[in-house]
């Protein structure tokens, strides 16, 4: 099978496009015939071994998989002895140890069923970011009429926070570029601060909710932004150097949270099929729309991995297979 292969860690020049064997899924996995793969900022930080810390659970020396890619979206080719949740032929999205490939060996419990409402390439954009959101939002427990502030309103994660959050009836304020600004209004935010241009806190707002997707901004401006027993989730963070990435705030919000008033607390999201079955209700109820720039050729990975750096990226993008 086709298949995009590293055997390094570095940068897309990594990446080669390459023939090898279809692998063989064990008792309680599925063989999937790929027709998507998503490319996120999680499969950039998986290439470059960037923040260090990652190779502590996916290889010191060099990539663990040597496939890259996590989001998918295909049909199922074979099942495993003891896999019982999917049949073969079933059009599925789920997350598996290499995406960028024709086929994909994923556990059972990683799957569920391709939304109807969205086509393969749409469905492969779904379950890393949409469900990182849903689980963020789920865990700020956001309700009607509560101002909602969403730091990388624009990108894979915030795209989809918005929506879920402006679903569940809050005021949701979205930080982005202005470039970016009219998606983020038409994904459902009231308001939209240009972070180039605006500071978060410049007309006072307080906020009941705030989801850090990818941000950078220090704990206590943050706390500053929220009501007194307000509630931030930090769901990730960029350029916060080599070793840690950022993963430093995430700590020292929950290491403070007992000591105050406000709920500090830090998402780390689950991969499993419960969480994208869910997506796919919310996407055939027409209450959340995949957010898909553009699709790429799977010799095209390299460009997608390297558009998707450049920052340029509204939403996601994803690879055709």
């Known amino acids: 099978m086709k298949a995009i292969v590293q055997h390094r860690y570095g940068g897309t020049e990594q990446l080669r496009l390459t023939d090898i064997e279809v692998p063989e899924p064990g008792p ?30 996916f290889g010191l020396r060099r990539p663990k998989h040597p496939v890259p890619g996590r989001d998918l979206a295909g049909v199922v080719e074979a099942v495993g002895s003891q896999a019982t949740s999917v049949r073969v032929g079933d059009e599925v999205i789920g997350t598996a140890d290499g995406s960028f490939a024709e086929y994909a060996v994923v556990p059972a419990t990683r799957l569920a069923r391709k939304p109807t409402r969205a086509t393969m390439e749409q469905a492969a954009v ?28 624009s990108g894979g994660v915030g795209a989809y926070a918005v929506q879920i959050a402006a679903d569940a009836g809050a005021v ?3 930080v982005a570029s202005s470039a970016k600004a009219d998606l983020v209004h038409d994904l459902g935010a009231e308001r939209v601060i240009d972070y180039a241009r605006e500071d978060i806190a410049g007309d006072g707002t307080r906020y009941d909710v705030i989801l850090d997707i990818a941000g950078n901004r220090p704990l206590a401006q943050l706390r500053r932004c929220l009501t007194p027993t307000g509630t931030l ?19 020292a919000a929950l290491a403070r949270s007992p000591f105050v008033s406000q709920r500090l607390t830090a998402l780390l999201s689950r991969e499993e099929g419960e969480v994208f079955a869910t997506l796919t209700g919310l996407v055939d109820q027409g209450r959340l729309r995949p957010t898909l720039e553009r699709t790429y050729a799977l010799h095209e990975a390299a460009k997608a991995i390297d558009h998707l750096a450049d920052g340029h990226v509204r939403g996601k993008v994803a690879l055709a297979i």
Do not use: C, F, K
């Open 28 to 57: 309680n996995e599925v063989l999937v015939r790929v027709r998507a793969a998503g490319v996120d900022r999680g499969t950039w930080h998986l290439m470059t071994g960037l923040p260090y810390a990652v190779r502590l659970g």
């Open 126 to 153: 779904l379950p890393i970011s949409a469900g990182t959101a849903l689980q963020a939002i789920g865990m700020a427990g956001a309700e009607p009429g509560q101002r909602v502030l969403v730091i990388g309103a």
């Open 172 to 174: 949701v304020t979205g």
């Open 233 to 251: 989730v930090i769901v990730g963070g960029e350029n916060g150097g080599r070793w840690l990435g950022g993963t430093q705030r995430q700590v």
